[in-house]
Structures are given as C-alpha cells and as structure tokens.
T-cell receptor, first 112, second 111 residues
Framework: KAGVTQTPRYLIKTRGQQVTLSCSPISGHRSVSWYQQTPGQGLQFLFEYFSETQRNKGNFPGRFSGRQFSNSRSEMNVSTLELGDSALYLC???????????FGDGTRLSIL | DQQVKQNSPSLSVQEGRISILNCDYTNSMFDYFLWYKKYPAEGPTFLISISSIKDKNEDGRFTVFLNKSAKHLSLHIVPSQPGDSAVYFCAASNTGNQFYFGTGTSLTVIP
C-alpha cells in the first residue's frame, strides 16, 4: 500500500511569491491534515479536510489556504511568502479522523 | 499558546536501559493521546496511542502512561535500542480532527 506522497520535496522561493504544495493521501483515507514544522515550535496545525470540506483550521493567517479534491488529494497554497514561512510542511492522512495519522515525508520550503 | 509541552529537548540513555519521555498538556478536554517517532528527512511515524478512559497502554517495548489529574503522559521504552534514536513527539486531540503536537524530544540511545 503506497504511503502519503508529498510533492515537491524541496522548494526555494523568494519573498512575495506564492507556492502550492501537493499531497496524495493513502488510498481510502478521506481526512487530510497539514502541519508546519519549524525548529523549536514542533508541528503546528494548519488545517484539516474531509470529503472536500475544511473541518478545522489552525491559527495561521489567511495567506495559508488549502483545498481537497474529490479523490482526496489535497493542495496547500501560501501567498505573499515571507521569510518566516521557511519550514517543513507535512501532510498527514487517516481514514476518518480521530485515528492515528500517516505522514508524508514533507516539503522543505525555503524563502530567500 | 502551546497546549502540549515536551520540556526536555533531548535525552540520552544507555542501550538496554529504560527511556522515559514526558509530555504535559493544559487542555482538560483532550481525550486522545498519541506518540510519534521521527527520523531525519522522514515524516513522523505513529508509535502508540491511549484514550482518556485508560491510564496505561502497552505495545511490545513501548508503554504509554496517562495521568489525567496531573495532565501528564509518558512514554517508556524498555529495553532501549540504538534504532530507537529519533525525535519523539506527543500529540493530543479533543475532537479527533485536530491534533496538537509537542515540540519533540530527541532521544539518543548509546550502544
């Protein structure tokens, strides 16, 4: 069974640009969550989607947005990039929620 | 506001001995707790979980203890092995759809 796939693995952008990250969950998983990991901050919850609907949103500015498609694949978009957005972005999936999540290996985003 | 805290950034243990990783939380509504292990350049991997109706859960060498009155959980690894060297995150949830993670504890098991 294929795991959670995140693309791209690495990305370099400059301030003011926008970026789109992609996540393909495990087949059959309908819940997809996104996290930001920075040194000393652990994993900060961004949002969670289930059946194309955002069920929960973390405390991030509106520059961070996401969506989920009918095949459960999800994308995360960050607009007007700032230096502080440099981080590892992790995607996790589970069948429904309230279950252990399976994580992808992340996208490392660097802002210059 | 960090609702889940891991106050020890790092821990070193001799191979064969017990590793104890600690986690504190502030939200009394949390009812589901998990531990994840993370190797460099990989995503976190689920290790073990516990619901608030229990105070202990075991899986092989891994045991998680929950003390609800103290809002504290711990992960015991016995015996510790060099392959256990990784960063360990605890996480908590009160709705099942949003998990709050700690900042992680880096465990080094010395052969």
């Amino acid at each position: 069974k294929a795991g959670v796939t995140q693309t791209p693995r690495y990305l370099i952008k400059t301030r003011g640009q926008q970026v789109t990250l992609s996540c393909s969950p495990i087949s059959g998983h309908r819940s997809v969550s996104w996290y930001q990991q920075t040194p000393g901050q652990g994993l900060q919850f961004l949002f969670e989607y289930f059946s194309e609907t955002q069920r929960n949103k973390g405390n991030f500015p509106g520059r961070f947005s996401g969506r989920q498609f009918s095949n459960s694949r999800s994308e995360m978009n960050v607009s007007t990039l700032e230096l502080g957005d440099s981080a590892l972005y992790l995607c996790a999936s589970s069948p429904h929620g309230n279950q252990p999540q399976h994580f992808g290996d992340g996208t490392r985003l660097s802002i210059l | 506001d960090q609702q889940v805290k891991q106050n020890s950034p790092s821990l070193s243990v001799q191979e064969g001995r017990i590793s104890i990783l600690n986690c504190d939380y502030t939200n009394s509504m949390f009812d589901y707790f998990l531990w994840y292990k993370k190797y460099p350049a990989e995503g976190p991997t689920f290790l073990i979980s516990i619901s608030s109706i229990k105070d202990k859960n075991e899986d092989g060498r891994f045991t998680v203890f929950l003390n609800k009155s103290a809002k504290h959980l711990s992960l015991h690894i016995v015996p510790s092995q060099p392959g256990d060297s990784a960063v360990y995150f605890c996480a908590a949830s009160n709705t099942g759809n949003q998990f709050y993670f700690g900042t992680g504890t880096s465990l080094t098991v010395i052969p």
